[in-house]
């Protein structure tokens, strides 16, 4: 960390390794992330998919991504959650993800698939006034012609009662070589 004038600038705190680790840690993890992320809550009482605003990707042909978000999650009823997931584009030759979510202040469910769209299975949430974190990451190999986008998503696991993703929630991605 790095302070000016008493303000400490985090993304200063990248420069305090050293030359060689840097060019290690290029070479390891492959491009540099873009980030997005969510301005609005996005909400829903809908028991299908629903696209979560601005937390997609498009993929170029022939490239390998890596991803990951982050999603703060709430329901409107404890016993009845809110069940993040993605949908993939088409014309990918590889790829797998995984999702977890939160189903008390101690357990969790997961997901894990290859090329299939799906939901982490959010059976409730101990409170209605908080939000959770749910997470979702993967990597997907595109094909020569891929169409359509990575979109993450948000369904309610019960028609009719509302849940939501909140605005700060994110999602990062990158090519990797």
Known sequence: MVRSRGVLFPEDA?????????AQASRDLGGAWTHRRLGVDVLTT?????AVGELFFTPAADLTYQFK????VRTTNVVVGPQP?????TGLLDGAWSGRGPTSNVASVERHE?????????SG????TKSYLATIEGLIVAGATPAGNLQITIQTALAGTEVRVVAGSALRYRTVP
């Open 14 to 22: 990248m420069r305090v390794a050293s030359r060689s680790e840097a």
């Open 46 to 50: 809908l028991a299908t998919p629903q």
């Open 69 to 72: 978000a982050w999603l703060m």
């Open 85 to 89: 997931g993605i949908t993939l584009p």
């Open 114 to 122: 290859g090329l299939d769209d799906g939901v982490v299975a959010i």
């Open 125 to 128: 949430l101990p409170l209605t």
